[in-house]
Nanobody
Framework: QVQLLESGGGLVQPGGSLRLSCTAS????????MSWYRQAPGKERELVAR???????EYRDAVQGRFTISRDNAKKTVYLQMNSLKPDDTAVYYC?????????WGKGTLVTVSS
């Protein structure tokens, strides 16, 4: 069973940047998608970005041009670089890996964007 550990969340002012990291407990095939989701208070969890080999990264419209997803397969880690952060980006951010049809989740890291 894959375990995922996120880090990098925190409090940042509007316009600031953060980089989230998610490290897996075992090697993830590059063909298996790794994703970041987020869930704001009172809202449903939503896909933020997804990456897998052979395809362009996918982003939700609200973060396009501000967030960048990347992965280092040797380090079993996926990253989410978040720039020009807005208060609407405030949420718990979750890492997700889908392997052999099974979806694995991290426990989440809180990102708060506030002045």
């Amino acid at each position: 069973q894959v375990q995922l550990l996120e880090s990098g969340g925190g409090l940042v002012q509007p316009g600031g940047s953060l980089r989230l990291s998610c490290t897996a407990s075992e090697t993830i095939l590059s063909s298996d998608p790794m994703s970041w989701y987020r869930q704001a208070p009172g809202k449903e969890r939503e896909l933020v970005a997804r990456i897998r080999s052979g395809r362009d990264p996918e982003y939700r419209d609200a973060v396009q041009g501000r967030f960048t997803i990347s992965r280092d397969n040797a380090k079993k880690t996926v990253y989410l670089q978040m720039n020009s952060l807005k208060p609407d980006d405030t949420a718990v951010y979750y890492c997700n890996v889908r392997e052999n049809g099974v979806s694995y989740w991290g426990k989440g890291t809180l990102v708060t964007v506030s002045s």
